[in-house]
């Protein structure tokens, strides 16, 4: 038997469209809910919005065995691929295996501190680099070993092409097309007065390797991955990379990309 884990929102919406999901998995004869001790299932299912299927991906194992899918019971749900009217199509062609996989990048952040200490971190969408106290953040930027500029500003955005159309597009980076798989360096608000600092998106190809460091020799930074904010004391350096793993994110009626940003970012409210 396939195994499948559901994860939804809390409103009545999400957790009936969760139920009747559930019974018609286990209906089919193909399916079983996976346990909690067990540490994966091949199917996670999230039904929510956009924020229920970034926090899915934390509250999981990413590995090549593991599928996701987003049923939509929230506002944009732009990473939801199924609406809730068609979870009969979408339990049948989970049965049948008769689906697309789509493969999805995600960032990885080594941070190390002072006296040794490190720590990495994974977001599918973007990487926000703050001051702790949020003020004026002066970093040093290399790409590929090579220095790129001092900057000076609010501080930097690390977006994948899946994030690109998130935080990313609102602070005036690009939009890059979700099967690529890059790293987009985007200033949040950077500091024109005293220096030239970087006022445009960099978009780089997979295998680049960002590192970051604070002018001052260590510094208490915010971090901000897929919207969960934490602050690690006297970093010395970031090295930002895309992952070697992928998403496996589950399409069942394949939206042209182009059409998604119309319906779901430009007409949105209309």
């Known amino acids: ?94 049965a049948q295996g008769t689906y697309k996989v789509q493969e999805l990048s995600f960032i990885k952040c080594s941070v190390i501190c002072e006296e040794g200490f490190s720590q990495v971190m994974h977001g599918l969408n973007e990487l926000v680099i703050r001051a702790e106290n949020l003020h004026i953040l002066n970093l040093k930027i290399k790409i590929d070993g090579e220095e790129l500029e001092t900057y000076a500003g609010d501080g930097v955005l690390v977006a994948t092409s899946t994030g690109s159309t998130a935080y990313n597009l609102s602070i005036g980076g690009s939009i890059v097309h979700e099967t690529f798989h890059t790293l987009q360096l985007t200033p949040v608000a950077p500091l024109t007065t005293t220096v030239h600092s970087l006022q445009n998106p960099i978009v780089m190809p997979d295998g680049t390797l960002i590192e970051i460091s604070p002018v001052k020799k260590s510094q208490d930074l915010l971090f901000s991955i897929d919207g969960y904010n934490s602050v690690v004391r006297d970093v010395r350096c970031l090295q930002i990379e895309l992952d070697k793993r992928r998403v496996n994110r589950i399409i069942v009626d394949e939206q042209n990309f182009w059409s998604k940003i119309s319906e779901k970012i430009l007409r949105r409210g209309n």
């Open 1 to 94: 038997m396939k195994t499948f884990k559901i994860f939804h929102n809390t409103n009545k919406k999400s957790f009936d469209v969760a139920a009747e999901l559930r019974g018609k998995l286990v209906a089919t004869g193909k399916f079983r809910e996976a346990q909690d001790g067990e540490a994966e299932a091949e199917y996670v299912l999230s039904v929510g919005g956009d924020g229920r299927f970034l926090k899915s991906l934390r509250d999981c194992l990413v590995s090549d065995k593991v599928k996701f899918v987003g049923i939509n019971t929230g506002t944009l749900g732009f990473l939801q691929s199924v609406e809730p009217n068609g979870i009969d199509d979408l339990v049948t062609r989970l």
